[in-house]
Nanobody, 123 residues
Framework: QVQLVESGGGLVQAGGSLRLSCVASGRTFSIYAMGWFRQAPGKDREFVAAVSWSRGTTYYADSVKGRFTISRDNAKITVYLQMNSLEPEDTALYYC????????????????WGQGTQVTVSS
């Protein structure tokens, strides 16, 4: 199986930046795409961004487009999420995700999940 471990979350003021990391291990040869979801208290888990492992093709949710950037490091099997111009509305538990096909926007269709890393943006 695939194991995912996130890091980089924390507290930041509105307008600030954070960089999240996710390291994959185990059967990483099966990974086609990786990405990020987030879930705020009382809300559903929502798609944030995804990247294909081979070509580096990216896709973003409209809510983060222009502010967040996803990237990957093939040598280290690691995906990153650079978050700029953070807003209080970005406060959530951020989950790393992976799949052996293109990453689905619907969380229930995603194969592998990390444990989550908390991002809190103060006003």
């Amino acid at each position: 199986q695939v194991q995912l471990v996130e890091s980089g979350g924390g507290l930041v003021q509105a307008g600030g930046s954070l960089r999240l990391s996710c390291v994959a291990s185990g059967r990483t040869f099966s990974i086609y795409a990786m990405g990020w979801f987030r879930q705020a208290p009382g809300k559903d888990r929502e798609f944030v961004a995804a990247v294909s492992w081979s070509r580096g093709t990216t896709y973003y949710a409209d809510s983060v487009k222009g502010r967040f950037t996803i990237s990957r490091d093939n040598a280290k099997i690691t995906v990153y999420l650079q978050m700029n111009s953070l807003e209080p509305e970005d406060t959530a538990l951020y989950y790393c995700a992976a799949d052996n096909r293109w990453l689905a926007r619907t969380p229930t269709e995603v194969s592998y999940w990390g444990q989550g890393t908390q991002v809190t943006v103060s006003s």
